[in-house]
């Protein structure tokens, strides 16, 4: 199973940018998907999360939506409002079954990196 993120890239504050996740390989079910982020010198935190529901992190409401295409196995970020303080890579992760057998194990995606110039 592999997860290819892209869509990533440099935009002015107030901005948007659009990043897409694929999810391919031996599938035979998607749980959760979502995607966290890194900044320089800090903790990777949680953006969004998509599992029937969807969530997100209190700096990012209303100005992000998190949305997947179950058919393609593909989670998006549509990032609107951009502020430098959104700058960081990106990581799409994505929960798994590749059996009926099994509950799911988390896949990553490499980052992508997004850099809001104020």
């Known amino acids: 199973v592999q997860l290819q993120a892209s869509g990533g890239g440099l935009v002015q504050a107030g901005g948007s940018l659009r990043l897409s996740c694929a999810a391919s390989?031996?599938?035979?079910?998607?749980?959760?998907m979502g995607w966290y982020r890194q900044a320089p010198g800090k903790q990777r935190e949680l953006v969004a999360t998509s599992s029937g529901g969807t969530n997100y992190a209190d700096s990012v409401k209303g100005r992000f939506t998190i949305s997947r295409d179950n058919v393609k196995n593909t989670v998006y970020l549509q990032m609107n409002s951009l502020k430098p303080e959104d700058t960081a890579s990106y990581y799409c992760y994505a929960n798994i079954a590749t059996t009926r057998e099994n509950y799911g194990v988390i896949y990553w995606g490499k980052g992508t990196l997004v850099t809001v110039s104020s």
């Open positions: 390989g031996s599938i035979f079910r998607v749980n959760v």
